[in-house]
């Protein structure tokens, strides 16, 4: 197996797992060339409900160069109401048309405004919000750009699909209207963590370390040469003139027995569009004195908390890749379990289209069993698991369990650690190893479209085709 990009490595993907040079190019060279499309899973009323018993307003919208949480902000404002009014399923990209659901408590049809690039569909009423996950999965539909080697997507197909132990279940001859099953490691892709700035998890591993401070000055600060260069200037002051010794955050240090720091001035430096960063400065500047532990807290929890909560997930999804990788390096099989795993069963009200874990189900593989799971997982009826860690995690037991618990002592992280305050508390689930789909190419342009389960990343499909920087996989 190839190694990853240096930047994929950093947050815990070290390979490849087909051999084939890339097609290479890029994604998202226009907003209609990556499209994205909800498989709901979420019931609503008429709009005649009772608005007692069904206070949400659920709509569907397509967007264009709208990023999910802008899109929210842009509808509570113009509603007047507070962003927390306004949920959705799963968060999606700016550059891309993406169509998915929102509900707004306490809203009307008649309230919702009209917003450029957004075509809206009033839907019904919910007695609830929508909650992350509230989807079955995606489809995606995806123009590859300028590619330099489009021959390729056959090879990395085919070397996709005996990767996923799917060979047995590949119809026709791969031709233009034929899909073909593959199968890839279902890590988290560099969105979670960060596209241009991968820091996320930084943040997260600070914050379940209760090192406060750390998790502050490692979203602050660590400027990136993809940022523009006000921005490179406003994260480097940080760093420079703020960081003291006891952030065991990456960066320079500085002595603890210095001044007060000035974090006015900072936040004059950090400009406005990075309205979350300025938040954080803005209630460090407002304490009288020098800012403790508890103050630093309160910083963090000035963001929006589904963005509270992302920061520890992405430390899950940090740890979650790194066991995957050591899995592959190991060279146990991603398709079938052996003795020790911990396996989940497939979703029975799932749309057809997809194959869906329910990682509520789960069994532990013995040695008399693998024979048995195994025909399961071939079946496409059961999925090997790796942990996302939390408060109620039992880890796996043989070779898979030592490598969840090599990373875990890695990483200074053992399950108890999650029992965190408000947003930031994670009880911890599994997760899939292996995710299959029915693959879809065409050759002129060279388009990509498939389905996933609802947590599973288009860029992980796409990483192996292309082989390019991440950056470019947008």
Known sequence: MRPAHPTEQAVGIDRYVSDADGVGGRLRTADDHFRVREL????????????DAYPHLVFRATLRGWDTNDFASRVSDALGISRERVNWAGTKDKYAVTTQLFSVYGAEPADLPDVDGADLEVLGRAGRNLEFGDLAGNGFEIVVGDPERPENAETITDEL????GLEGRRDGDGGE????????????????????????HKVGLEIVRENWEGAVMAY???PTDAEPEGTQEARAFVD???????????????????ETRDWQAALERIPNRLRYERSMCHALAECDGEPGPEEFRTALERVPSNLQRLFVHAAQSYAFNRMLSERLERGLPFDRPVAGDVVCFSDSDAPDELVLPDTDRLQRVDERRVDAVTRHCERGRAFVTAPLVGTDTELADGEQGEIERDVLEELALEPGDFDLPGEFHSTGTRRAILVRTDLGLEREPLTLSFSLPKGSYATVVAREYLKVDPVDLG
């Open 177 to 200: 209207e034929t899909a073909t099953p593959i199968g890839v490691p279902n890590f988290f892709g560099q969105q979670r963590f960060g596209s241009r700035r991968p820091v996320t």
């Open 240 to 258: 420079r003139e703020l960081r003291r010794s006891s952030d065991s955050s990456s960066g320079e240090r500085r002595d603890p027995g210095e």
């Open 40 to 51: 709901e899973r979420f019931d609503t009323e008429s709009l005649e409900a009772s608005t």
């Open 161 to 164: 699909c005996e990767f996923g």
């Open 220 to 222: 602050l600060g660590n």
